[in-house]
């Protein structure tokens, strides 16, 4: 890497500023990834300065996979990101998404617990009691306690998130800690999903063979057989086509799949 393309403080500064702004384009297709693609732009463009287009855009579509933490953690995470896209080599970037991916989790929790559950509470319940009495300064208060910790709080992440970041792509044995973070990574993901067809993709056959106690019900027999059977074959005929047509029809598959869903449901053959 050239001296050029080595990332400064300024540029650090440059994606702090754009992570005010990381939930305007929150969606629940991919939910924070437009907003953690645009705060990476920065980077990517100084990093990728004089590369060939393909791995500019390359370099863009790995950000755009699915991403959600909590926003103020997120400098964090995205300091932690640009030491590893800094130095590391085109064929191995896989890890840099895995370690992002490893710790949105965690901190989402993290800042759920100590910010959304704590802090912001405590300065709501300050600017009310002001408010309560009528004096204007209630709401002002609350932004101000907020934003105290909250701003140097994503401030000093990214600086941090980048220095420790480097630290351990140089130590002797970060090379190991990385491949041990993606790995894990990469099963918590496996658990994670596995878990999600279970609680989350829902699929009974309404059908039925005979009256009484003497019927025959379906859905039943294929819980005995295996349970969650049917949302296990949705599911993965859902990753087959959105493997094979690389992403590009998800919106769709979703309308298809639930107007098949109410035409079923409408004839009784599934609940």
Known sequence: MTQDNKITKKDLNKMFWRCQIIQFSHNYERLQSLGTLFALTPILSKLYQGKSKEECVNAQKRH???????PVLIPFILGVTTALEETTSEDEKESVIAVKTSLMGPLAGLGDSLLNFTWFPIAGSIGASFAVQ?????????????????????????????????????????????????????????????????????????????????????????????????????????LYLMKKWNGKYVVSMIFVIIGIAILLSYFGIIV
């Open 134 to 238: 009528g004096n204007w300064m209630g709401p002002i208060l609350m932004f101000l306690l907020i934003n105290c910790l909250y701003f140097p709080l994503k401030y000093y992440s990214i600086h941090i998130g980048y220095s420790k970041g480097k630290e351990l792509l140089t130590s002797a044995n970060g090379k190991k800690i990385l491949d041990r973070i993606s790995t894990s990574a990469n099963v918590l993901g496996v658990m994670v999903a596995g878990a999600l067809i279970t609680t989350t993709v829902q699929l009974k056959l309404g059908l039925q063979f005979g009256d009484g106690d003497g019927a025959i019900i379906v859905q039943d027999m294929l819980d005995k057989v295996l349970p969650n059977m049917l949302p296990l074959i949705l599911t993965l005929v859902c």
């Open 64 to 70: 755009l996979e699915f991403f959600n933490s909590h």
